[in-house]
């Protein structure tokens, strides 16, 4: 999962406790990304999602709709799609995606804070030293460098007593 820090997560939650008109969705859950035209004529994307029911990503869309607690959450989803199913349906990845409820009734991606989460994984992953470290790295190259060989103080530095390595 990349869904931001654990600190990310608890405040997320507890920003969201108790309101119905937000949550997160996981894409793995999720059915395949689906369109339908609104009222005005334009074609929106939109995903299925049950909190209750596993349900087949490519169930049709009857099976989603009759099956008890089954909503859509609307979007850019083609954005955001991981790749396509066999019938070249769009799916959207095995991560979190937040959704509020707008003033409509509609649930909608909530991409603010997707983007925002999104940027704070990626900076925090610089921070580690680059793409593919992991924090337990770093702080064994930092400890490396400051020690020399055998794992002894490196020469020249002072001791925590004040006192001075000198190697013969």
Do not use: H
Request: charged share 30%.
């Amino acid at each position: 999962m990349n869904s931001g820090t654990m600190s990310d997560r608890l405040r997320e939650a507890m920003e969201n406790k108790g309101r119905e008109d937000s949550g997160t969705l996981i894409g793995q859950f999720a059915s395949t990304v689906r369109r339908e035209q609104s009222d005005s004529g334009e074609m929106k994307e939109f995903v299925w999602v049950n909190k209750g029911e596993e349900l087949d990503m490519g169930a049709p869309d009857e099976e989603w709709q009759n099956t008890p607690g089954s909503f859509k959450v609307y979007g850019n989803w083609n954005e955001y799609a991981q790749g396509q199913d066999e019938e070249g349906n769009m799916f959207i990845p095995d991560e979190d995606f937040p959704y509020i409820k707008n003033s409509d009734g509609q649930y909608i991606l909530d991409e603010s804070t997707f983007e925002g989460r999104s940027r704070s994984d990626e900076m925090a992953k610089e921070d580690l030293g680059g793409q593919g470290e992991s924090p337990m790295q770093d702080l064994m190259e930092k400890l490396s460098q400051m020690r020399g060989q055998g794992g002894q103080p490196a020469p020249g530095r002072k001791m925590p007593g004040g006192g001075r390595i000198i190697r013969y």
